[in-house]
């Protein structure tokens, strides 16, 4: 059984910066792309970030230059450096990933979320 679990979520002042970690375990035989997702409830959820296993990254065009993605392969994990983070950015962020976990057939997996919440 594969898992996904985030952290570092919590409460940061308007221009400050949290690192969120997301790390996969269980069986697995290959990561493809991991990525962030953010929702406010009662909104559609929102694509912030991706890093494909071969380090290509693509942004929401809202947080590009202040929002880092990152992975380690050797410890299936990936992170987002969130940084100048705004009060409209708080949300509950989610971090998936595409695995491939006993037979080569490829998954999508959720981590449960972390709340980021921004203060004025």
């Known amino acids: 059984q594969v898992q996904l679990v985030e952290s570092g979520g919590g409460l940061v002042q308007a221009g400050g910066s949290l690192r969120l970690s997301c790390a996969a375990s269980?069986?697995?035989?290959?990561?493809?792309?991991m990525g962030w997702y953010r929702q406010t409830p009662g909104k559609q959820r929102e694509l912030v970030a991706t890093?494909?296993?071969?380090?290509?990254?693509n942004y929401h065009d809202s947080v590009k230059g202040r929002f880092t993605i990152s992975r380690d392969n050797a410890k299936n994990t990936v992170y987002l450096q969130m940084s100048s983070l705004k009060p409209e950015e708080t949300d509950v962020y989610s971090c998936?990933?595409?695995?491939?976990?006993?037979?080569?057939?490829?998954?999508?997996?959720w981590g449960q979320g972390t709340q980021v919440t921004v203060s004025s």
């Open positions: 998936n990933a595409n695995i491939a976990s006993r037979n080569w057939h490829f998954i999508t997996y």
């Open positions: 890093i494909t296993s071969g380090a290509s990254k």
């Open positions: 269980g069986t697995i035989l290959s990561i493809a792309v």
